[in-house]
């Protein structure tokens, strides 16, 4: 596991216009430190490594968790994106902590977010085989522990605004799993304005019932989750979890007023057609840029009623995605994709913001997946895992408030038909062509540098590591 010290400082310019070639240039040394595009008024800065601040206490924090949505690592301009623009994002950043190699816990939408709700692979639930859930025979068994659920039992409020795709009524659902309140849909994928999902059917959910508003479906959350956050609450009032994922940029590609494209979707979608939702005849550039920034936009309004509520000091805020870029993302200058175990597919943007305990303005390389927030959150919330059902993820508490050397483990992922590990700079990875390749993404991190044959004991090391995981999990259907 490489220290911190092993990242060199870097210098992103929040003021000025970069260039694609320049912001690339940035990313592609080690470590990628990446030049990012920001509003006029924004000025340049120096981003340091990460080092803890000893000593500080505070009381138990809020945790605001915000996902994007198929949202790729080089998508935001603290990222290195040439063409999107998003300030909010990036002031967050400036606030906080950016991490450069932060991993989803899979490479698809619901395998992820059981990875986070549970703090361990998705692999050790039935629910967590389906890459990613599409129908109502597989969830997130209401029996099983999750961070809602634990901090829930430590005094925590809990909340989830916005995407929930870890199974369908009547079984499965956020208020069967620890969160006392719900607003969102079930499903994967919904059209914006209709609320349709991909069988047609409304999904749209205050709790367990419908919940009728055909209004773009980013402002709804938006709005829902600004109220949340702006909740008057006394001096002993609960603490406070809010889990808000937002389905933006996820297909169909359709942003705020595209009303026209909405109602042809829709029709599709009425008429029967089970791929229109997909949108593979539109879709651009350009409307990919709208609807990143116009996420970050919605961030930075419930961002602004935090900081309304005074609450702003004591709430830990992170930010990140639930896997790679799609289509019209910009990956640049990783390999792979959505669905894809390369670092396209899994390297994901990663923020965490928390004023009463750590300083702004820093970068860390330390490598960190989905399932390590739950452990971290649940350290620093003062709440213990279920002894039955012992993490995979590694706290980073001791790292990030007491100067302590981040867990040294290995990064473990399974999908069907790939597999991968990482282990300091190095990663094992086996695609679908079925070829064990080795890549040190120290010096390599568009994996084209194949070190198989030049370093076959380490690669039989990491092989041997994977498969040793990989034998404590379910195995796949069929």
Not at 94 to 109: E, I, K, L, P
Not at 210 to 224: C, G, H, M, N, Q
Not at 288 to 301: A, Q, T
Not at 444 to 467: F, I, N
Request: with cysteine; net charge neutral; aromatic share 10%.
């Amino acid at each position: 596991m490489p220290s911190n010290s092993q990242s060199p400082l870097s210098r992103r310019a929040f003021g000025g216009a970069v260039g694609a070639t320049a912001a690339a240039a940035a990313i592609g040394a080690a470590g990628p430190a990446a030049a990012a595009q920001g509003s006029a008024q924004d000025a340049v800065y120096a981003e340091r490594e990460f080092t803890a601040r000893r000593g500080r206490h505070s009381r138990r924090p809020n945790i605001l968790f915000i996902l994007g949505d198929d949202l790729g690592w080089a998508d935001l301009s603290s990222y290195g994106a040439p063409h999107i623009k998003t300030p909010n994002l990036d002031r967050l950043a400036r606030q906080g902590v950016r991490f450069t190699d932060a991993y989803s816990g899979s490479a698809t939408c619901s395998p992820t977010r059981f990875s986070l709700y549970t703090g361990r692979y998705p692999g050790r639930t039935k629910g967590g085989l389906a890459e990613p859930i599409a129908d109502k025979s597989a969830g997130l068994e209401p029996t099983h522990p999750t961070l809602a659920s634990l901090l829930r039992d430590a005094g925590y409020a809990t909340a989830l605004i916005g995407k929930w795709h870890c199974g369908y009524l009547p079984d499965y659902s956020p208020t069967r799993s620890g969160w006392d309140e719900f607003f969102g849909n079930f499903g994967g994928a919904l059209e914006y304005y209709s609320k349709l999902g991909l069988g047609g059917e409304y999904d749209l959910y205050e709790g367990d019932a419908e919940y009728k508003d055909l209004r773009y479906y980013t402002r709804i959350l938006t709005e829902r989750a600004s109220e949340y956050v702006s909740r008057p609450r006394g001096r002993d009032a609960k603490p406070w979890l809010l889990n808000l994922n937002f389905t933006t940029p996820h297909w169909p590609w359709i942003a705020d007023g595209d009303t026209e494209a909405s109602a042809e979707i829709t029709r599709r979608i009425k008429a029967g057609d089970g791929r229109a939702l997909w949108h593979q005849d539109g879709g651009s550039v350009e409307k990919y840029k709208e609807m990143v920034e116009d996420l970050d936009r919605s961030i930075g309004e419930v961002l602004k009623a935090l900081k309304r509520s005074g609450q702003e000091e004591d709430t830990i805020v992170v930010f990140s995605s639930d896997n790679g870029g799609e289509r019209f993302s910009h990956n640049w200058p990783l390999s792979g994709n959505k669905a894809s175990l390369q670092e396209g597919g899994i390297r994901v943007p990663n923020i965490l913001r928390w004023p009463a305990r750590i300083d702004g303005g820093q970068v860390s390389r330390v490598p960190v997946v989905t399932p390590d927030w739950t452990a971290t959150l649940l350290e620093v919330a003062g709440a213990r895992p279920h002894p039955a059902y012992p993490l995979d993820g590694a706290s980073l508490a001791g790292y990030l408030l007491r100067g302590e050397r981040a867990p040294a483990r290995d990064l473990f992922w399974r999908v069907r038909g790939e597999r991968a590990l990482r282990r300091g700079d190095w990663k094992y990875y086996r695609g679908k062509s079925g070829r064990d390749q080795l890549f040190d993404l120290a010096g390599d991190v568009r994996e084209q540098a194949d070190k198989a044959t030049v370093d076959p004991v380490r690669l039989a090391e990491l092989r041997s590591a994977w498969e040793k995981t990989n034998g404590t999990l379910l195995p796949y259907p069929g």
